[in-house]
């Protein structure tokens, strides 16, 4: 089994990067996993959702993801809750699953934290309940619960995949010096609380649109997919 991590999809929009990975890798089966961090955007449309899951199904891995700030919150919460590898989880399908919030996932001997959620800077731009939805936006009930299962761990994880990051990660020069600066939210706030209690390899994270690393732990991911570790 092996873990890859990618940045945002956006539902097809940013789809086909999965369908050429998987081309490359024909070795892959549904016992791999590529982890995409945010905008997994495919549960949007109650109209066409299967239409819009069905390219995620017919890859040859099992896709799992963080939610970003565009998901259809509405529907993923209809989803029942359910454990899968320690934490908490939303099967859209057997094969496409949602890492909620706050939890600590074992994967092939690895602990995984996960804690999606981001504000959208295109908020005026979107309608609530149509385009924008305010669960984008981590509780604090969710930051307890992320703090409570960390402490089970000694506050010690192999991996953090998140959408958004917290506020020293925007001070490197990757993010620094991007050419559309995003601010600070209250969820890089919350991110860096995580970042001053948690020991950790490697940390990934979506939402800027942009592939780089900031430093020896910290990735920013968008189209690349990597090998969990790298």
């Known amino acids: 089994m092996a873990i890859y991590v990618t940045g945002d999809t956006h539902g097809q929009h940013d789809f086909v990067k999965l369908k050429l990975f998987a081309k490359r890798n024909p070795q892959l089966t549904k016992s791999d996993y590529v982890i995409i961090a945010g905008d997994f955007g495919a549960v949007w449309y109650e109209s066409t959702l299967e239409q819009d899951l069905k390219p995620y199904e017919d890859l040859p891995f099992t896709v799992l993801f963080v939610d970003g700030n565009h998901e259809n919150f509405d529907i993923l919460n209809t989803y029942p809750v359910e ?50 939805w305010k669960e984008e936006m981590p509780s604090y009930e969710e930051l307890d619960e992320g703090i409570a299962n960390l402490k089970r761990y000694g506050n010690k994880v192999d991996y953090i995949i998140t959408h958004s990051c917290g506020e020293r990660a925007l001070m490197y020069p990757p993010l620094r010096t991007r050419s ?9 706030r919350m991110l860096s609380y995580f970042e001053d209690i948690v020991q950790y390899q490697k940390w990934y994270f979506g939402h800027y649109h942009m592939d780089s690393p900031l430093n020896d732990k910290m990735t920013v991911l968008y189209q690349e997919i990597v090998l969990l570790g790298d």
């Open 83 to 132: 454990e899968w590898h320690g934490g908490k989880v939303h099967f859209v399908r057997p094969d496409i699953i949602h890492l909620m919030r706050g939890q600590v996932f074992e994967l092939e001997g690895k602990s995984i934290f996960t804690f999606g959620g981001a504000t959208s800077i295109d908020r005026y731009l979107r309608r609530e309940g149509v385009s924008w």
């Open 180 to 188: 559309v600066q995003m601010g600070r939210y209250p969820e890089n």
